[in-house]
């Protein structure tokens, strides 16, 4: 068992050095959180992502969900792709300082991503989901995360 925690621990560390060592990759993931912030009201209208929306949706439902068009085209689905996808969207939570990444539990199942767990407000909701919405080869976002004020 100490094997296997000491392995855990050192995949992780193996993690961050290498997120550490490549600051492209944050100030990517910066930008992309950026444009994700300066998304225009027009834009979130469009998507239906206003808190109004999104308190009802969560309301009658449980979840928001999202799907972009067909006409975007599907990527193709296999495992390196979608752990490709939730990497992304992990990287964008990080760099974003509204939103916690350890808050937000993100999974992909052929470019079907599904957000989990709390945001602090409907406002941050929507961030979240914009940012999973935004991420190549994404197809659907489906969001459960539930309010809880910090």
């Given amino acids: 068992m100490k094997v296997f925690a000491g392995f855990i621990l050192g995949i992780l560390v193996a993690i961050a050095v290498v997120w550490y060592l490549h600051p492209q990759d944050r100030e990517r993931a910066a930008a992309d959180a950026q444009h994700a912030e300066n998304t ?9 992502l206003t808190p109004d929306n999104i308190r009802d949706e969560l309301a ?17 689905a296999d495992a390196t792709a979608d752990a490709r996808i939730t990497t992304a969207i992990k990287a964008k939570l ?15 199942t052929d470019g079907c991503v ?20 935004n991420t190549d080869g994404v197809t659907q976002v489906i969001s459960t995360l539930v309010v809880k004020p910090a």
């Fill in 40 to 48: 225009t009201k027009d834009k979130l209208d469009q998507l239906g």
């Fill in 60 to 76: 009658k439902t449980g979840k928001v969900i999202r799907r972009k068009s067909e006409a975007a085209g599907h990527a193709i």
């Fill in 94 to 108: 990080v760099a974003d300082p509204d939103l916690s990444a350890l808050a937000i539990s993100v999974s992909t």
């Fill in 114 to 133: 599904t957000l989990a767990g709390s945001a602090t407000s409907l406002d941050n909701v929507s961030r979240a989901m914009t940012l999973a919405y």
